[in-house]
Structure formats: structure tokens, C-alpha cells
């Protein structure tokens, strides 16, 4: 008997179907198991005890008591009078956060706008840094170069400021910077300082710095609001006095002055654009010059022709009379030499014969 033939897989490359489902329910069992063990581990840990957690101690067993630093032990030693200051930090540590800051250097100067500005640059960088008032002024002597640091030099040797304070630093650099002379110049520049060319906003800034420099000059509002009025352009100053409630306080009169100088402004660019607008129709007018006297020229040169021809014209016509004149004048003079020669001819030819006729002309 022959054996039956079994069909044969007429794609070879494709798997079998069955082999496929097994394969997939095996790995599908076997996730099933891992994440089971991984449950069952998760629960183990959540189980044991935490780190943070600190076991129940006997009661029997007695409290250690907690180990105290050194550096508090040799602190809490100390007299009480010495901790009322915290301590003093190194120089080189306070230098180095000076530094940092970018504070402005002072090398000495003639004006005393500029030594005022400094102090109050570098006093703003001290409040800052929470200073005390003797490493206020280690870090400002930092500061000091050229002309500045030989006059630091200077009152080094004349006091002792291993103990100095702010104060008596600032009372030292006034009577350097501003002594009676430069405040008297100062007290003329702010007393005759006018706005001039420059806007509101800067002149009154430059107002207030000599007024710093002048406190008695303006030692209430009422009296800084008069010099400022005085101080501004006079255009400005009648807007600003104009209505039944002229200024009282400083803060209402700037604001009154920038609002009057705005509209000020605004007339003048309107007149600037009109001017503008005026020359360049001055511009257009000559550049148009040039066609229009063109224009009249070849006009004045057409006329000119239509003249010239209309006389050319007249003088053809009286030089053709004057030629046909001339031309029966010389008719007659030929007619008249004609009658004289013959004449002439004739007397000869009687006398010839015996005639006793003389011709007389």
C-alpha cells in the first residue's frame, strides 16, 4: 500500500499559525510571573522599617546628651561684653565683597558736584552691605586712588583711624572737598543758574545738585518752588505761573514745567514743518525757473524772428524801389550823354563843311 501524501505548505516562508499562538501565550505567562515577583518584593519593602524612623528607646536606657561644637564652647566662654559686636571680618574677606560690588573709584577732585556724587554712590554700596561704621570706612579708603590717596595718606598721619567711624570719615572728606571758598562759588552758580538750552528733566536735576550743596539757600518749599521759577526758560515760567493757583510744592511745578515745555515743543516742530514746507516750495520754484525762462527765451527768440522778417521784408521792399529809382536815373543820365554825344557828332560834321555854328556846353 502507498503511503498517503501530505499536502505541502505552498508558502514555506510563512510560519505555521500554531506555533505562533503557543509562542505568544508562553511570553505572555511569563510577564505574568515577573510582575507578580515584583509585587511581592514591593511589599517586602513597604513592610521593613524606614531610615528616617527612629526605634522606641527603653526608659531605663538615659538620653546622651548632645555633643556641643568647639568653636560654641570657646564662644558661650567669653565675657558678655564682647558678644553685644558681631565679629570684625578679615580684611582681605571685606575687600574681596567690596569688590564684587563695582563700586566707583575717587581720584580727587575740583568740583564739588563730583566729590558730593561719589559720597552718595558709595554710601548707598555701604548701606548695603550691612557694615559696620569702621569697615564703612576701610572700604571707601579702598576706593580712594591718585590725588584721593594722598590725601587719605595725610590724615592718616595727622589722627589715628584704626578706630575712626563714618562720620568723622565724611566730616574729613567735606572739609577737603568742600571748604568755604568752593560753596561760595557754588552758592553764585546756584543763584544765577538759568535753564537755558537744556530741558526740564536736566535742569532740574542740575538745579537740585547745587541746591545740596547750598541748603541754606532753599530751606523750605516755598522758597525752592520761587528759585525754580526763576530758574526756567521765561516762556515756560508763564506757563507755569499762568492761572488763578500758581504753584506751592516742588513736585506740582516740575510737572506743571515738563507739561509746558511739551506743548512748546509741539508748536515748534508744527512752525519747523510749515518753514519746511515753505522751502521746498522755494526749491521747486527754481528748479522750475530754468524751464520757464527757456520757454520765454524761445518765445523772445520767435518774435524776434517774426520782427526781423516783417523788417527784412520792409527793407527788401524800399531797397527794389530805391533800385528801380536809382535804375531810371541812370536811364535818364544814358538818354542825356546819348543826345550830348550826337550833338557833339553833328556840330563837327557842319563845321567840317564851312559852317561857322560853335557849340557851347
Given at each position: 500500500?502507498?503511503?498517503?501524501?501530505?499536502?505541502?505548505?505552498?508558502?514555506?516562508?510563512?510560519?505555521?499559525?500554531?506555533?505562533?499562538?503557543?509562542?505568544?501565550?508562553?511570553?505572555?505567562?511569563?510577564?505574568?510571573?515577573?510582575?507578580?515577583?515584583?509585587?511581592?518584593?514591593?511589599?517586602?519593602?513597604?513592610?521593613?522599617?524606614?531610615?528616617?524612623?527612629?526605634?522606641?528607646?527603653?526608659?531605663?536606657?538615659?538620653?546622651?546628651?548632645?555633643?556641643?561644637?568647639?568653636?560654641?564652647?570657646?564662644?558661650?566662654?567669653?565675657?558678655?561684653?564682647?558678644?553685644?559686636?558681631?565679629?570684625?571680618?578679615?580684611?582681605?574677606?571685606?575687600?574681596?565683597?567690596?569688590?564684587r560690588m563695582k563700586a566707583p573709584e575717587f581720584k580727587g577732585t575740583t568740583d564739588p558736584l563730583v566729590a558730593d556724587n561719589w559720597l552718595i554712590d558709595i554710601q548707598?554700596?555701604?548701606?548695603?552691605?550691612?557694615?559696620?561704621?569702621?569697615?564703612?570706612?576701610?572700604?571707601?579708603?579702598?576706593?580712594?586712588?591718585?590725588?584721593?590717596?594722598?590725601?587719605?595718606?595725610?590724615?592718616?598721619?595727622?589722627?589715628?583711624?584704626?578706630?575712626?567711624?563714618?562720620?568723622?570719615?565724611?566730616?574729613?572728606?567735606?572739609?577737603?572737598?568742600?571748604?568755604?571758598?568752593?560753596?561760595?562759588?557754588?552758592?553764585?552758580?546756584?543763584?544765577?543758574?538759568?535753564?537755558?538750552?537744556?530741558?526740564?528733566?536736566?535742569?532740574?536735576?542740575?538745579?537740585?545738585?547745587?541746591?545740596?550743596?547750598?541748603?541754606?539757600?532753599?530751606?523750605?518749599?516755598?522758597?525752592?518752588?520761587?528759585?525754580?521759577?526763576?530758574?526756567?526758560?521765561?516762556?515756560?515760567?508763564?506757563?507755569?505761573?499762568?492761572?488763578?493757583?500758581?504753584?506751592?510744592?516742588?513736585?506740582?511745578?516740575?510737572?506743571?514745567?515738563?507739561?509746558?515745555?511739551?506743548?512748546?515743543?509741539?508748536?515748534?516742530?508744527?512752525?519747523?514743518?510749515?518753514?519746511?514746507?515753505?522751502?521746498?516750495?522755494?526749491?521747486?520754484?527754481?528748479?522750475?525757473?530754468?524751464?520757464?525762462?527757456?520757454?520765454?527765451?524761445?518765445?523772445?527768440?520767435?518774435?524776434?524772428?517774426?520782427?526781423?522778417?516783417?523788417?527784412?521784408?520792409?527793407?527788401?521792399?524800399?531797397?527794389?524801389?530805391?533800385?528801380?529809382?536809382?535804375?531810371?536815373?541812370?536811364?535818364?543820365?544814358?538818354?542825356?550823354?546819348?543826345?550830348?554825344?550826337?550833338?557833339?557828332?553833328?556840330?563837327?560834321?557842319?563845321?567840317?563843311?564851312?559852317?561857322?555854328?560853335?557849340?557851347?556846353?
Amino acid at each position: 500500500m502507498s503511503r498517503p501524501r501530505t499536502r505541502a505548505n505552498p508558502n514555506p516562508q510563512e510560519p505555521d499559525l500554531a506555533n505562533l499562538v503557543a509562542t505568544l501565550q508562553r511570553q505572555l505567562q511569563e510577564q505574568q510571573q515577573e510582575t507578580n515577583q515584583l509585587r511581592e518584593q514591593v511589599a517586602q519593602l513597604n513592610q521593613m522599617p524606614q531610615a528616617n524612623e527612629i526605634p522606641p528607646q527603653n526608659n531605663h536606657v538615659p538620653p546622651v546628651a548632645p555633643q556641643v561644637p568647639e568653636v560654641h564652647q570657646e564662644i558661650s566662654l567669653e565675657p558678655a561684653g564682647l558678644q553685644r559686636n558681631p565679629p570684625l571680618i578679615r580684611e582681605d574677606l571685606l575687600y574681596e565683597r567690596f569688590r564684587r560690588m563695582k563700586a566707583p573709584e575717587f581720584k580727587g577732585t575740583t568740583d564739588p558736584l563730583v566729590a558730593d556724587n561719589w559720597l552718595i554712590d558709595i554710601q548707598v554700596i555701604l548701606d548695603f552691605m550691612r557694615l559696620t561704621e569702621h569697615e564703612k570706612v576701610l572700604c571707601a579708603s579702598f576706593a580712594l586712588k591718585k590725588d584721593a590717596r594722598h590725601w587719605w595718606k595725610t590724615v592718616q598721619m595727622r589722627r589715628n583711624v584704626a578706630n575712626m567711624d563714618w562720620q568723622d570719615f565724611v566730616a574729613e572728606f567735606s572739609t577737603m572737598y568742600y571748604n568755604g571758598e568752593i560753596l561760595a562759588v557754588q552758592q553764585d552758580e546756584f543763584t544765577s543758574f538759568k535753564q537755558g538750552s537744556m530741558s526740564v528733566v536736566e535742569a532740574v536735576n542740575k538745579f537740585e545738585q547745587l541746591g545740596r550743596l547750598c541748603p541754606e539757600l532753599v530751606p523750605n518749599e516755598k522758597e525752592k518752588v520761587r528759585r525754580m521759577m526763576k530758574m526756567f526758560r521765561t516762556d515756560i515760567s508763564k506757563q507755569v505761573s499762568a492761572g488763578s493757583s500758581p504753584p506751592t510744592l516742588v513736585a506740582d511745578c516740575i510737572s506743571r514745567a515738563m507739561r509746558a515745555e511739551y506743548w512748546i515743543n509741539q508748536d515748534k516742530e508744527a512752525r519747523a514743518q510749515i518753514f519746511k514746507a515753505k522751502k521746498e516750495e522755494k526749491v521747486m520754484e527754481k528748479q522750475l525757473q530754468p524751464r520757464q525762462n527757456q520757454e520765454t527765451n524761445l518765445k523772445g527768440q520767435t518774435s524776434n524772428s517774426n520782427q526781423y522778417s516783417k523788417q527784412f521784408g520792409r527793407n527788401k521792399r524800399k531797397g527794389n524801389a530805391m533800385a528801380r529809382a536809382n535804375k531810371g536815373i541812370t536811364l535818364k543820365r544814358r538818354i542825356t550823354v546819348g543826345m550830348r554825344v550826337i550833338i557833339i557828332t553833328t556840330l563837327c560834321v557842319l563845321n567840317v563843311e564851312g559852317s561857322t555854328w560853335v557849340y557851347v556846353e
